[in-house]
T-cell receptor, first 113, second 114 residues
Framework: DAGVIQSPRHEVTEMGQEVTLRCKPISGHNSLFWYRQTMMRGLELLIYFNNNVPIDDSGMPEDRFSAKMPNASFSTLKIQPSEPRDSAVYFC???????????FGQGTRLTVV | AQSVTQLGSHVSVSEGALVLLRCNYSSSVPPYLFWYVQYPNQGLQLLLKYTTGATLVKGINGFEAEFKKSETSFHLTKPSAHMSDAAEYFCAVSHNQAGTALIFGKGTTLSVSS
Protein backbone atom coordinates (compact mmCIF):
# COMPACT_ATOMS: atom_id res chain seq x y z
CA ASP A 1 0.00 0.00 0.00
CA ALA A 2 1.25 3.49 -0.81
CA GLY A 3 0.22 4.87 2.55
CA VAL A 4 -1.80 8.02 3.12
CA ILE A 5 -1.44 10.29 0.11
CA GLN A 6 -1.83 14.04 0.37
CA SER A 7 -1.79 16.62 -2.37
CA PRO A 8 -0.41 19.07 -3.05
CA ARG A 9 2.80 18.84 -0.99
CA HIS A 10 3.27 22.57 -1.13
CA GLU A 11 0.78 25.35 -1.80
CA VAL A 12 1.42 29.06 -1.98
CA THR A 13 -1.60 31.24 -2.40
CA GLU A 14 -2.66 34.84 -1.97
CA MET A 15 -4.83 36.01 0.86
CA GLY A 16 -8.50 35.72 -0.02
CA GLN A 17 -8.09 32.79 -2.40
CA GLU A 18 -9.74 29.43 -1.94
CA VAL A 19 -7.46 26.54 -1.05
CA THR A 20 -8.34 22.84 -1.29
CA LEU A 21 -6.20 20.15 0.29
CA ARG A 22 -6.73 16.53 -0.66
CA CYS A 23 -6.22 13.22 1.10
CA LYS A 24 -6.46 9.59 0.08
CA PRO A 25 -6.47 7.34 3.17
CA ILE A 26 -5.11 3.81 3.31
CA SER A 27 -7.54 1.34 1.78
CA GLY A 28 -9.65 -0.37 4.43
CA HIS A 29 -9.14 2.31 7.06
CA ASN A 30 -12.41 3.64 8.44
CA SER A 31 -11.23 6.69 10.39
CA LEU A 32 -9.67 9.83 8.96
CA PHE A 33 -8.18 12.82 10.73
CA TRP A 34 -7.12 16.28 9.60
CA TYR A 35 -4.48 17.99 11.74
CA ARG A 36 -2.78 21.39 11.50
CA GLN A 37 0.80 21.86 12.73
CA THR A 38 2.33 25.19 13.64
CA MET A 39 5.27 26.19 15.81
CA MET A 40 3.04 28.07 18.21
CA ARG A 41 0.19 25.60 18.63
CA GLY A 42 1.76 22.24 17.85
CA LEU A 43 -0.38 19.53 16.27
CA GLU A 44 -4.07 20.45 16.46
CA LEU A 45 -6.92 18.13 15.52
CA LEU A 46 -9.21 19.92 13.09
CA ILE A 47 -11.78 17.25 12.26
CA TYR A 48 -12.27 13.51 12.63
CA PHE A 49 -14.34 11.26 10.34
CA ASN A 50 -15.49 7.74 11.14
CA ASN A 51 -17.00 5.70 8.30
CA ASN A 52 -17.11 8.90 6.21
CA VAL A 53 -19.20 10.73 8.81
CA PRO A 54 -17.79 13.77 10.65
CA ILE A 55 -17.66 12.85 14.34
CA ASP A 56 -15.84 15.78 15.87
CA ASP A 57 -15.26 19.09 14.08
CA SER A 58 -14.78 21.17 17.20
CA GLY A 59 -11.22 21.91 16.14
CA MET A 60 -12.18 23.62 12.91
CA PRO A 61 -11.11 27.17 13.62
CA GLU A 62 -13.73 29.15 11.73
CA ASP A 63 -16.48 28.91 9.17
CA ARG A 64 -13.81 29.56 6.56
CA PHE A 65 -12.73 25.95 7.05
CA SER A 66 -14.77 23.03 5.76
CA ALA A 67 -14.04 19.35 5.26
CA LYS A 68 -15.77 16.61 3.34
CA MET A 69 -15.41 12.89 2.92
CA PRO A 70 -17.66 11.86 0.03
CA ASN A 71 -16.42 8.26 0.10
CA ALA A 72 -14.04 5.99 1.95
CA SER A 73 -11.10 6.79 -0.31
CA PHE A 74 -11.10 10.58 -0.49
CA SER A 75 -11.33 13.64 1.72
CA THR A 76 -10.86 17.35 1.21
CA LEU A 77 -10.13 20.26 3.51
CA LYS A 78 -11.10 23.63 2.08
CA ILE A 79 -10.25 27.11 3.28
CA GLN A 80 -12.24 29.96 1.79
CA PRO A 81 -11.14 32.72 1.98
CA SER A 82 -7.59 31.98 3.07
CA GLU A 83 -5.67 34.27 5.44
CA PRO A 84 -1.95 34.53 6.29
CA ARG A 85 -2.59 33.02 9.74
CA ASP A 86 -3.72 29.83 8.02
CA SER A 87 -0.12 29.20 6.98
CA ALA A 88 0.85 25.84 8.47
CA VAL A 89 1.49 22.21 7.62
CA TYR A 90 -1.73 20.26 7.27
CA PHE A 91 -1.64 16.52 7.88
CA CYS A 92 -4.12 13.84 7.03
CA UNK A 93 -4.04 10.52 8.91
CA UNK A 94 -6.09 7.33 8.82
CA UNK A 95 -6.54 4.26 11.00
CA UNK A 96 -8.57 1.06 11.01
CA UNK A 97 -9.76 0.94 14.63
CA UNK A 98 -9.66 2.64 18.01
CA UNK A 99 -6.76 0.59 19.33
CA UNK A 100 -4.62 0.98 16.26
CA UNK A 101 -2.19 3.67 15.36
CA UNK A 102 -2.95 6.38 12.86
CA UNK A 103 -0.84 6.50 9.71
CA PHE A 104 0.14 9.96 8.53
CA GLY A 105 0.59 11.44 5.11
CA GLN A 106 3.58 13.60 4.27
CA GLY A 107 1.60 16.77 4.83
CA THR A 108 0.76 19.85 2.79
CA ARG A 109 2.77 22.97 3.57
CA LEU A 110 0.43 25.91 3.02
CA THR A 111 1.73 29.45 2.74
CA VAL A 112 -0.76 32.29 2.44
CA VAL A 113 0.82 35.60 1.42
CA ALA B 1 -12.25 14.80 27.71
CA GLN B 2 -8.80 13.43 27.13
CA SER B 3 -5.57 15.40 26.93
CA VAL B 4 -1.81 14.96 26.85
CA THR B 5 0.91 17.02 28.49
CA GLN B 6 4.51 16.69 27.39
CA LEU B 7 6.88 18.22 29.91
CA GLY B 8 9.75 20.05 28.26
CA SER B 9 9.41 21.37 24.74
CA HIS B 10 13.11 20.81 24.18
CA VAL B 11 15.46 18.15 25.57
CA SER B 12 19.19 18.04 24.87
CA VAL B 13 21.40 15.01 25.52
CA SER B 14 24.87 13.87 24.58
CA GLU B 15 25.40 10.92 22.30
CA GLY B 16 25.35 7.77 24.41
CA ALA B 17 23.36 9.34 27.24
CA LEU B 18 19.97 8.25 28.48
CA VAL B 19 16.97 9.75 26.71
CA LEU B 20 13.89 10.49 28.82
CA LEU B 21 10.89 12.24 27.30
CA ARG B 22 7.96 12.82 29.62
CA CYS B 23 4.28 12.37 28.87
CA ASN B 24 1.29 12.62 31.20
CA TYR B 25 -2.24 11.99 30.07
CA SER B 26 -5.73 12.69 31.25
CA SER B 27 -8.49 10.24 30.40
CA SER B 28 -11.69 9.25 32.20
CA VAL B 29 -11.48 5.70 30.83
CA PRO B 30 -8.55 3.33 30.21
CA PRO B 31 -6.38 4.98 27.61
CA TYR B 32 -4.62 3.86 24.51
CA LEU B 33 -1.23 5.60 24.38
CA PHE B 34 1.14 6.22 21.51
CA TRP B 35 4.53 7.77 20.84
CA TYR B 36 5.31 9.13 17.40
CA VAL B 37 8.50 10.59 15.92
CA GLN B 38 8.69 13.30 13.27
CA TYR B 39 11.82 13.99 11.25
CA PRO B 40 12.16 17.33 9.44
CA ASN B 41 9.73 17.83 6.56
CA GLN B 42 8.12 14.45 7.11
CA GLY B 43 4.92 13.06 8.55
CA LEU B 44 4.68 11.31 11.90
CA GLN B 45 5.80 7.71 12.33
CA LEU B 46 4.75 5.38 15.12
CA LEU B 47 7.47 4.47 17.63
CA LEU B 48 5.36 2.34 19.98
CA LYS B 49 1.93 1.96 21.49
CA TYR B 50 0.17 0.70 24.60
CA THR B 51 -3.38 -0.63 24.44
CA THR B 52 -3.69 -3.45 26.98
CA GLY B 53 -1.47 -6.06 28.57
CA ALA B 54 2.16 -5.57 29.45
CA THR B 55 2.79 -2.07 30.72
CA LEU B 56 6.37 -1.91 29.45
CA VAL B 57 6.22 -1.50 25.71
CA LYS B 58 9.17 -1.79 23.34
CA GLY B 59 9.27 0.03 20.06
CA ILE B 60 11.49 0.67 17.12
CA ASN B 61 15.02 2.09 17.25
CA GLY B 62 15.59 0.92 20.83
CA PHE B 63 12.89 3.06 22.42
CA GLU B 64 10.56 1.86 25.14
CA ALA B 65 7.84 3.33 27.32
CA GLU B 66 6.10 2.27 30.50
CA PHE B 67 2.42 2.83 31.22
CA LYS B 68 1.95 3.84 34.87
CA LYS B 69 -1.70 4.19 35.68
CA SER B 70 -1.10 5.51 39.20
CA GLU B 71 1.02 8.33 37.80
CA THR B 72 -1.02 8.79 34.60
CA SER B 73 2.27 8.71 32.75
CA PHE B 74 3.74 7.14 29.64
CA HIS B 75 7.35 8.32 29.54
CA LEU B 76 9.59 7.41 26.60
CA THR B 77 13.14 6.21 27.23
CA LYS B 78 16.18 5.00 25.35
CA PRO B 79 19.32 3.85 27.17
CA SER B 80 21.82 5.35 24.75
CA ALA B 81 21.11 8.24 22.39
CA HIS B 82 22.31 8.27 18.79
CA MET B 83 22.75 11.31 16.61
CA SER B 84 20.02 9.94 14.37
CA ASP B 85 17.50 10.19 17.24
CA ALA B 86 17.39 13.97 16.89
CA ALA B 87 13.79 14.69 15.94
CA GLU B 88 10.47 15.82 17.37
CA TYR B 89 8.55 13.36 19.51
CA PHE B 90 4.82 13.36 20.14
CA CYS B 91 2.78 11.53 22.74
CA ALA B 92 -0.87 10.80 21.89
CA VAL B 93 -3.92 9.38 23.66
CA SER B 94 -7.11 7.69 22.55
CA HIS B 95 -9.43 5.07 24.05
CA ASN B 96 -11.93 2.45 23.00
CA GLN B 97 -15.11 4.50 23.12
CA ALA B 98 -16.52 4.81 19.65
CA GLY B 99 -15.93 8.19 18.12
CA THR B 100 -12.82 8.94 20.14
CA ALA B 101 -10.18 10.89 18.26
CA LEU B 102 -6.42 10.68 18.63
CA ILE B 103 -5.19 13.66 20.66
CA PHE B 104 -1.56 14.75 20.60
CA GLY B 105 0.66 16.60 23.00
CA LYS B 106 2.58 19.65 21.83
CA GLY B 107 5.73 17.68 21.16
CA THR B 108 9.29 17.56 22.48
CA THR B 109 12.28 18.34 20.30
CA LEU B 110 15.22 16.08 21.06
CA SER B 111 18.70 17.36 20.27
CA VAL B 112 21.70 15.03 20.42
CA SER B 113 25.22 16.40 20.60
CA SER B 114 28.46 14.55 19.93
Amino acid sequence: DAGVIQSPRHEVTEMGQEVTLRCKPISGHNSLFWYRQTMMRGLELLIYFNNNVPIDDSGMPEDRFSAKMPNASFSTLKIQPSEPRDSAVYFCASRVGQATEAFFGQGTRLTVV
Amino acid sequence: AQSVTQLGSHVSVSEGALVLLRCNYSSSVPPYLFWYVQYPNQGLQLLLKYTTGATLVKGINGFEAEFKKSETSFHLTKPSAHMSDAAEYFCAVSHNQAGTALIFGKGTTLSVSS
